[in-house]
């Protein structure tokens, strides 16, 4: 009686390449939930492989206009989410998918009675652990992968948990450690290693991170995403042609074979980051439009492609693309406020403010329009019409937090200094831990030019929870905290800090703000 497991059976056949199995298990699903989102979804997918685009297309529409499934049409603890008397990842699963599909009071009801049967179990712990990172619970996640290490020291996977939340943290040593162990408990765990990378790029440290996922990989050798995440991390450790040579690799691979999925888009991706840093514009705009062809429904790659495109003085195709593959996806939102985005970067700001509204007007409660047509009156510096929509995207949701973070730039463009420290205080008390919003109210407690505005106490305490939470990593988050230092008289501290963002920034290769930082220090 369980519709998501037929489902799931579908999707597994699919990625196995049994397309003979897939409908069956699709249709004995449906007959259980005839509207499920997921079924279309598997569809979808279904039809693209079997080189139906119409009908792919179409079960493509439906899946973005059905809510998102029910997850369970029976009892939530049942004989599928046991085995040997313990939860199993179906019962965790379950927990995630209720709680990232914003349906929290369903997901504690199920984790209370999974906790009430299953107290005891550190996988369970472990597992909820990772679902509280999922959806923002720190310290519930904390408190879980900790339980988790009290009742098994010895579970791998619960010092990767731990690993996870530390890094969320802002702690990479801390997770460095973490992944150690659970490696040193089973040198088999693959998660183990990725922690360990994760860490090393926080760290700033490259070729560990590189050796890491390599490790990794070696485990799983036909681990598409780790092969992405060794190519990337080859990028980052600045060995371009091994990492041009190992995408390419993969990539003409799956063309050969007539198998490229949409995670091969990252590879593609990856081939433009490498053609457009050795200054090669056209590779680049070809490596996008191959990684749009893999995958159609990534939005951010056409966004990439599109500014490459108007910085190459090919606006119009551009726009021709845009259009193009919004038309292709007509229930996709992104795209159409991506098209919107684009006609104003192209200067259209009529045609821009006019395609948004018409999508207004199909959703009129739904923020991220609104928030669409705030930025293109901005950027046209049209304040008081941006203020008017930011303030309608806070209406349907009140820790959006680059309303919040727009709101106090406007204030401060108006030179409205009060209005843009409320601006800033009503965003973090809806989002509290926004970096990005704790560190813009640091810098005007700190530095406000009306003195009376000023509260150096308040921001240092801010700004030294915004450089913890960044892992001391952004040298733009560790000036406004040398700011405040200053501000409350602490002036050593405020050389060592400023110091330490301007190695920084020169370490990140941004000598404009290592400049900006020592002259602060002079």
Request: aromatic content about 4%.
């Amino acid at each position: 009686q369980e519709s998501y497991g037929h489902f799931g059976i579908a999707d597994a056949e699919l990625e196995l390449g049994n397309l003979d199995s897939v409908k069956p298990a699709v249709d004995r699903g449906i007959a259980i939930n005839p509207r499920s989102r997921r079924a279309h979804i598997v569809l979808a997918k279904y039809y693209e492989r079997k080189g139906d685009e119409r009908l792919a297309l179409r079960h493509r529409g439906f899946s973005e206009r059905l809510t998102v499934d029910p997850v369970s049409r029976t009892d939530p603890i049942n004989d599928m989410l046991t085995v040997a008397g313990g939860p199993t990842a179906i019962a965790i699963n379950r927990v995630r998918v209720l709680a990232t599909s914003r349906d929290m009071a369903g997901a504690d009801r199920l984790r209370a009675q999974l906790l009430e049967r299953y107290g005891d179990n550190a996988l369970l712990h472990a597992g909820l652990a990772e679902v509280d990172l999922l959806v923002g619970r720190m310290e519930s996640a904390r408190e879980h992968a900790e339980t988790a290490l009290r009742l098994d020291p010895n579970l791998p996977q619960a010092h990767v948990t731990l690993a996870d939340y530390y890094l969320a943290a802002g702690d990479p040593t801390k997770a460095l450690e973490q992944g150690d162990r659970a490696i040193q408990l089973d040198p088999d765990v693959t998660a183990g290693h990725v922690a360990k990378a994760r860490a090393y790029e926080v760290m700033q440290q490259p070729a560990e991170a590189l050796a890491a996922y390599q490790a990794a990989l070696a485990q799983q050798p036909d681990n598409l995403m780790l092969e992405i995440r060794v190519g990337n991390a080859l990028i980052k450790a600045d060995q371009l042609d091994a990492a041009h040579d190992w995408c390419m690799n993969r990539v003409t691979q799956a063309e050969a074979d007539g198998n490229v999925t949409p995670l091969h888009a990252e590879l593609y991706v990856a081939l433009a980051n490498i053609a457009q840093t050795r200054g090669d514009g056209k590779v680049a705009v070809e490596s996008y439009k191959r990684a749009l062809m893999a995958d159609p429904s990534r939005e951010i790659i056409f966004r990439q492609l599109a500014q490459l495109l108007i910085q190459l003085g090919r606006g119009e195709e551009a726009r021709k693309i845009g259009e193009r593959l919004m038309n292709a996806q007509p229930q996709s939102l992104d795209y159409a406020i991506s098209y919107g985005n684009l006609l104003s970067s192209l200067g259209q700001f009529d045609a821009a403010v006019a395609h948004i509204q018409s999508i207004i007007a199909e959703l009129p409660t739904h923020p991220a329009p609104h928030y669409a047509l705030a930025t293109v009156y901005l950027d046209h510096n049209e304040l008081d019409k941006a203020k008017a929509a930011l303030e309608t995207v806070l209406a349907h949701q009140p820790d959006h937090e680059h309303a919040h973070l727009m709101l106090l730039d406007i204030a401060r463009r108006k030179g409205d200094h009060a209005a843009a420290i409320a601006h800033a205080r009503a965003g973090l008390a809806e989002s509290p831990d926004s970096v990005l919003i704790g560190n813009s109210l640091a810098w005007m407690l700190a530095t406000c030019p009306e003195a009376s505005l000023r509260d150096p106490q308040a921001a240092v305490e801010l700004a030294e929870k915004v450089a913890t939470r960044s892992q001391r990593a952004m040298p733009n988050y560790l000036d406004p905290l040398a700011c405040a230092y200053a501000s409350a008289g602490r002036f050593d501290d405020a050389v060592r800090v400023a110091r330490e963002a301007v190695d920084l920034a020169g370490a990140q290769d941004q000598p404009d703000l290592a400049a900006e930082f020592g002259s602060r220090v002079s």
